[in-house]
């Protein structure tokens, strides 16, 4: 199924703006669902928001909905989590995750087979 590798992670203040990439190395086919998690320090991995390939429909947990938005390049078989109003309790390793199966159970991370080595975003207040 190939990798998922993530970039874009840093450090900022709150109330910025990041923006994470997630490049698949093989095609994204139509039935998969990509999403984000993030996993902070003493926490478990949580669900953050995916999209599915197909017809582009996106989820969000309710802690990003309205900062945060999911999208997919198909030509470039990546998925892009922007993510603005960033605040302390966001930082987290982020990770990129896919399901070839396009799970409907988009918020649980045993539902996702493939996972990037996750990026960094470290939030200061």
């Known amino acids: 199924q190939g990798r998922l590798v993530e970039s874009g992670g840093g450090l900022v203040q709150a109330g910025g703006s990041l923006s994470l990439s997630c490049a698949a190395s093989?095609?994204?086919?139509?039935?998969?669902?990509m999403a984000w998690f993030r996993q902070a320090p003493g926490k478990e991995r949580e669900f953050v928001a995916a999209?599915?390939?197909?017809?582009?429909?996106?989820y969000y947990a309710d802690s990003v909905k309205g900062r945060f938005t999911i999208s997919r390049d198909n030509a470039k078989n990546s998925v892009y989590l922007q993510m603005n109003s960033l605040k302390p309790e966001d930082t987290a390793v982020y990770y990129c995750?896919?399901?070839?199966?396009?799970?409907?159970?988009?918020?649980?991370?045993?539902?996702?087979?493939?996972w990037g080595q996750g990026t960094q975003v470290t939030v200061s207040s």
């Open positions: 999209i599915r390939w197909r017809f582009g429909n996106t």
């Open positions: 093989r095609r994204i086919f139509s039935n998969y669902i």
């Open positions: 995750a896919t399901d070839p199966d396009g799970t409907y159970y988009y918020t649980d991370r045993t539902e996702y087979d493939y």
